[in-house]
Nanobody, 118 residues
Framework: QVQLAESGGGSVQAGGSLRLSCVVS????????VGWHRQAPGSERELVARITGGSSTDYAESVKGRFTISRDNGKNTVYLQMNDLKSEDTGVYYC????????????WGQGIQVTVSS
């Protein structure tokens, strides 16, 4: 069974940095595309960044140039480095993964809180 373990959330002042980690287990990691989504109170969940089993990446326009997603296949871990954080980055962040060979049965993490204050 695919499971995700998220860590790295917390509270930071505007302009600061955080690094989120997502450890993926129960699958052949290289075949999994992994993404981070976030949801602010009263808002819909939105894609922040995603990365393929290789190194192709995609980012929401609002985080381009500030966030970097990467993966370590030896550790089955995806990282989201968040720099120059802004108050609008506040929300619950969810790791998500799906198998590129099958698609259609994504797994979601429980979510971790990120709070950015001025």
């Amino acid at each position: 069974q695919v499971q995700l373990a998220e860590s790295g959330g917390g509270s930071v002042q505007a302009g600061g940095s955080l690094r989120l980690s997502c450890v993926v287990s129960g699958t052949i990691f290289a075949y999994n595309i992994v993404g981070w989504h976030r949801q602010a109170p009263g808002s819909e969940r939105e894609l922040v960044a995603r990365i393929t089993g290789g190194s192709s990446t995609d980012y929401a326009e609002s985080v381009k140039g500030r966030f970097t997603i990467s993966r370590d296949n030896g550790k089955n871990t995806v990282y989201l480095q968040m720099n120059d954080l802004k108050s609008e980055d506040t929300g619950v962040y969810y790791c998500n993964t799906d198998d590129v060979r099958t698609y259609g049965s994504p797994t979601w993490g429980q979510g971790i809180q990120v709070t950015v204050s001025s």
